[in-house]
């Protein structure tokens, strides 16, 4: 199995910034992505970003520039660094990885959620 932990959520005013983290474990042969996705009440969830383990970097358009995602796959973590928060950004932030386990099966994992509020 794997697990996945996310911290650094929290409250914060509009045009400020949180820093999110998550760190995966477990029976991991292989990180292929991490990434970020979020939720906000009413709403489908929503890609923020993703990075691959060759690098590759993605993200949403209303995050571009806002948002910077990078990854540590040697300790299988990934951040988000959040600048210029807006109260639209309000939501529950899940961290996802796409990871090869000890079989060699491709595993989907969630995290748990960590709770973004802007406050305007």
């Known amino acids: 199995q794997v697990q996945l932990v996310e911290s650094g959520g929290g409250l914060v005013q509009a045009g400020g910034s949180l820093r999110l983290s998550c760190a995966a474990s477990?029976?991991?042969?292989?990180?292929?992505?991490m990434g970020w996705y979020r939720q906000a009440p009413g709403k489908q969830r929503e890609l923020v970003a993703r990075?691959?383990?060759?690098?590759?970097?993605n993200y949403a358009d209303s995050m571009k520039g806002r948002f910077t995602i990078s990854g540590d796959f040697a300790k299988n973590t990934v951040f988000l660094q959040m600048n210029s928060l807006k109260p639209e950004d309000t939501a529950v932030y899940y961290c996802?990885?796409?990871?090869?386990?000890?079989?060699?099966?491709?595993?989907?994992?969630w995290g748990q959620g960590t709770q973004v509020t802007v406050s305007s």
């Open positions: 996802n990885a796409d990871v090869k386990d000890y079989g060699f099966n491709t595993v989907d994992a």
């Open positions: 990075i691959t383990g060759i690098g590759s970097i």
């Open positions: 477990g029976r991991i042969s292989r990180i292929n992505a």
